[in-house]
């Protein structure tokens, strides 16, 4: 007798039930769209970001290469043929790097661009990031360098080389940091699987390098993270 008065009252509210079910599913399609279009979003913002990382990053290449090329020319600036062939490959090289600065506002604006130089154009308000500074700086001593006087030669390459590490901390801070933990992790794995036989090919080279050069102050190789958490 109860199903029966379940199955009267159903068919009496046909349309009720029908429209109920129908409301079912329309939030559930609702909820899965939603989810999808959410997924999508998140696709398109990461393909933009590995779009502008790699810009970014061929950018950064082209600023180490560069300031690679200014250390050995500050260290080798006394064997220019002459002081005519000196000042071409100075102006070259402060072409090029002075080209890399602004380009790499386009990825480094300026910091507080609301509380200083206001009175300057957009892209110029506000303070340099140290990415950028880093190769302002490098300008100004390739500008200050002269074949014969000013600072050593040395000392130079030293302020320059000082220049480059600070862009290559920079840029690899710039990086999305999980993105990163993604990259290294799949990467740890082979470095483990490898690691024992690429330190010691490494130690191998580093004694023959401390052999053929005994004066030679070679930086000491970081400890592994594991071990010195061991």
């Known amino acids: 007798m109860e199903a029966s008065s379940v199955m009267d009252t159903m068919q009496n509210n046909w349309s009720l039930v029908v429209t ?3 409301a079912i599913f329309a939030i559930i399609g609702a909820i899965a769209s939603h989810l999808e279009t959410r997924r999508q979003e998140k696709i398109r913002v990461e393909t933009l970001r590995m ?3 790699g810009a970014s990053l061929d950018w950064g290449s082209a600023a180490i290469d560069v300031l690679g ?4 020319f500050a260290k080798t600036r006394r064997q ?3 002081e005519q062939s000196f ?3 100075k102006v070259n090289l402060m072409m090029q790097l002075s080209s890399l600065i602004e380009r790499g506002r386009m990825f480094f ?3 507080d661009p609301e509380k200083k130089g206001a009175e300057k154009h957009g892209a110029y308000r506000g303070s340099r990031p140290p990415i950028l500074d880093a190769l302002v700086f490098a300008y100004y001593e390739l500008e200050a360098m002269t074949r014969d006087d000013g600072p050593t030669g040395e000392n130079s390459a030293a302020f320059i080389e000082e220049c480059r590490r600070l862009l290559v901390s920079e840029l690899q801070a710039h990086t999305d940091p999980r993105r ?5 992790g799949r990467y740890d794995k082979q470095r483990r699987s490898h690691r024992e036989e690429a330190l010691g090919h490494a130690a191998s080279i580093k004694n023959r390098l401390k052999a053929r050069r005994p004066h030679l102050e070679i930086e000491a190789q970081q400890e592994d993270p594991e071990q010195e958490a061991a």
């Open 20 to 22: 109920v079910v129908s």
């Open 51 to 53: 779009h502008v990382d």
């Open 69 to 72: 090329r200014m250390v050995m």
């Open 80 to 82: 220019q043929t002459n």
């Open 87 to 89: 000042q071409t490959n």
């Open 109 to 111: 604006p300026n910091i």
């Open 180 to 184: 990163r933990d993604m990259i290294l």
